[in-house]
């Protein structure tokens, strides 16, 4: 099944002038039974899809998703079809509030704590962070620009975000098996340098983008992705120092201009 990637919820204040405090969600086990995911939280729609992971940082949480493209009873083949073709880039979550208190001087409220019910594909959402993130590019370019807004410093924030990860597995079984056929016939596999093949040809692993989605399919093991990221990294060291230089002129370049890159 095709998977996407999006922030379903960040604890910046929300259209409504509520927040929803990212670190205050609450993953329920009858929730990683049925991680499901909605058409436009119309709870009387069968479901297009299924979270496969759901990460929950300080300030947002991200949720990888399949799409139950292979199910013609559903919607999900016509959601995914207007989410690959950019018609829809958002999503939004469900959830019940457990612990919240109101805002000062205002009618909107802090949720504290609070479950997640399922998070769905919308055109508008409530949370504007709440946005597509397609690839490692647009998913660093979010989290540097969430780092950046803060008051501390990079490295502050980056170990702050990893400190308060979360990540939960799902209990549901979300492959579908087959009958194997009986005619047809596997290309014999052979291990290389490279460490995998794929349909018997030798799998090339020259960019970090390949080697997470290998990693990710399950091609790879972490051993295998962190040597090919090693042996990406090896002729880069003896540019570290310029590559340092370069990326020093680039952000005081940012910071004096107030421009984005």
């Known amino acids: 099944r095709p998977t996407s990637t999006a922030v379903i919820t960040s604890a910046g204040e929300d259209r409504d002038g509520d927040t929803v ?12 039974k049925h991680p499901i995911v909605m058409p436009m939280h119309m709870y009387r729609e069968f479901p297009i ?4 992971k759901l990460t929950q940082y300080k300030n947002h ?16 083949q016509k959601f995914y079809g207007l989410w690959k073709n950019h018609v829809l880039n958002c999503v939004s979550i469900g959830f019940v509030p457990k612990r919240w208190e109101p805002k000062k001087d205002s009618w909107s409220y802090d949720f504290l704590a609070w479950e997640l019910l399922e998070h769905s594909v919308v055109n ?25 807004s803060g008051p501390s410093s990079l490295l502050k924030s980056m170990f702050e975000a990893a400190e308060h990860e979360k990540t939960y597995p799902v209990g549901i079984d979300l492959t579908k098996e ?34 997470l989605v290998a990693f990710e399919a399950g091609i790879i093991s972490k051993a295998e992705a962190s040597g090919h990221i090693d042996a990406l990294i090896v002729p880069l060291k003896a540019d ?9 002129v680039m952000s005081l370049r940012v910071i004096s201009k107030k421009s984005e890159v």
């Open 21 to 32: 405090h990212t670190d205050g969600m609450i993953v329920s086990e009858s929730y990683r």
């Open 49 to 52: 899809g299924f979270t496969e």
């Open 61 to 76: 949480a991200v949720a990888k998703w399949q799409w139950l493209t292979d199910e013609p009873d559903t919607d999900g």
């Open 124 to 148: 508008i959402p409530a949370n504007p962070d709440a946005l597509r993130t397609d690839g490692v590019k647009e998913y660093l370019r979010a989290a540097g620009e969430m780092i950046f």
């Open 178 to 211: 087959h009958e194997p056929d009986e005619k047809a016939v596997e290309p014999a596999a052979s291990t290389n340098e490279a460490g995998s093949t794929v349909d018997g040809k030798q799998a090339v692993y020259d960019t970090p983008e390949k080697i």
């Open 240 to 248: 570290l120092a310029k590559v340092q230089r370069d990326l020093a």
